[in-house]
């Protein structure tokens, strides 16, 4: 019997530990075991109705960058649009920067980052 075994059973949990359970959890979810906290993230984030706004608000005064799809808003146009434009907005405000990706996803920033739209040609290495 191990410590593990002994010290669940003083705690009266019965049954074994599942460590695939444990990491797949929702507590779990924010925690990288590998690596140090970062000081910003890229989070990817659905944009499912207007009180996500508050959502996109938060990270972006966390300093996070956001892939923002949108890809569910598809069927309510009118409504998708009027949330970009507070979204449009909102970046204004803060002096960020919005750029889309594609017909699914836009790309939101934190203040004082910018975002480069021009297209260039990848260089060949010789």
Known sequence: MGLFDKLGKALGTAGELNIEDYMNSEEMENVDV????????????????????????????KKNIILLNISEMDKRPNTQKTIVESIKEYITKINGDIARIDQDKILLTPAKVKIIKKKRAAQKKQ
């Not at 590998?34 to 959502?55: C, G, R, T, V, W």
């Open 34 to 61: 590998m690596n140090e906290p970062a000081d910003f993230y890229i989070k990817p984030l659905a944009l499912q109705q207007e009180s996500d706004l508050h959502i996109i608000e938060e990270e972006l005064q």
